[in-house]
């Protein structure tokens, strides 16, 4: 080989070194240093101690804890059905129709928002004077006012409901983009063979939208784990920490008690929990196909 050659071979090299050092910098060394921080009790003022599995341990004892992952899982369940289906019968409906632009238009401008400003409109909505209050005792439902976010359970599917707002439009978008790639020919066979609207969306349509069906389910199991500028915002994990999720206790845990090695064990469960579920659904996936 030339020596013009290695040259150039070796040059080609060079322009990745830029993205390399970006990915170690801002990804595997962050990486690295929380699951270090976790076998530490490192509260930022201090030096790091090692103290081994010790946070992990606490992570099954501390009642907070045991909380934060009820509270997740109901999360998980909220946001994996209400905004999924509402996006499904949303895309269907609007497949056709002639405004079909403005309908998504509207759906769509609440995931060009921010969380925090979507917490902030959905904390006045179920405030004691808010929104609902005054709709719910004006049609005479409620004869006072409802503390919708001090409430437990109650405070948790309220603010489901914000980012089920949210999440919705996306579902609507992604499930659109498959049902636009049915090919027509596939729809009209089926209404000459005898099938009616029903049989056609289930034993057609909802098979061909599995691979987009995969995309919003992965899309939403880590969306749900991973929650929130919402609930920080409307209730920031209260009243007593009972709105927390496993999110929020990580970072009320890290940030406002400074326990920087046992939000960091938070953080590394978290991470394992959403690439064992993510990985686990892809693999069930595959073995079906």
């Known amino acids: 080989m030339k020596k013009s050659e290695k040259v150039r071979g070796i040059s080609n090299y ?14 595997i060394a962050p990486v690295v240093f929380v699951i270090y921080a976790s076998f530490t009790d490192w509260d930022l ?26 509270n997740t899982l109901i999360w998980v369940v909220i946001i994996l059905a209400i905004p999924m289906f509402l996006g499904l019968i949303l895309a269907v409906f609007i497949k056709n129709v002639w405004f ?28 004691r004077s808010g ?60 209404k000459i063979d005898g099938a009616n609207e029903w049989q056609t969306f289930t034993r057609i349509i909802l098979p061909l939208l599995k691979p987009i069906t995969t995309v919003v389910i992965i899309l939403n199991i880590i969306g749900s784990f991973k929650i929130f500028d919402i609930i920080w915002v409307m209730t920031a994990g209260g009243p007593a920490r009972s709105s927390e999720t496993l999110a929020v206790s990580m970072y009320k845990e890290s940030f406002s ?31 079906e196909k």
């Open 14 to 27: 060079l322009y990745v070194i830029p993205a390399l050092i970006m990915v170690l910098a801002f990804l």
């Open 131 to 190: 929104l609902l209050n005054s709709v719910l005792i004006s049609l005479g439902v409620l004869t006072m006012p409802t503390s919708w976010l001090l409430n437990v359970p109650q405070n948790t599917f309220s603010m489901a409901v914000a980012a089920t707002w949210q999440v919705t439009g996306l579902n609507m978008i992604l499930f659109l983009m498959g049902l636009q790639n049915i090919q027509p020919e596939v729809l009209e066979a089926a």
């Open 45 to 70: 003022l201090h030096p790091m101690n090692f103290v081994g599995l010790k946070n992990y341990i606490k992570i099954f004892t501390d009642p907070n804890l045991l909380v934060s992952t009820r």
């Open 100 to 127: 079909s632009k403005q309908i998504k238009s509207i759906f769509y401008i609440p995931l060009a928002m921010s969380g925090a400003g979507i917490g902030i409109i959905w904390n006045w909505i179920f405030s």
């Open 257 to 287: 008690l400074y326990q920087m090695g046992y939000g960091s064990s938070i953080a590394v469960l978290l991470s394992f929990i959403v690439f064992a579920v993510g990985i686990g659904y892809l693999r069930i996936v595959g073995r």
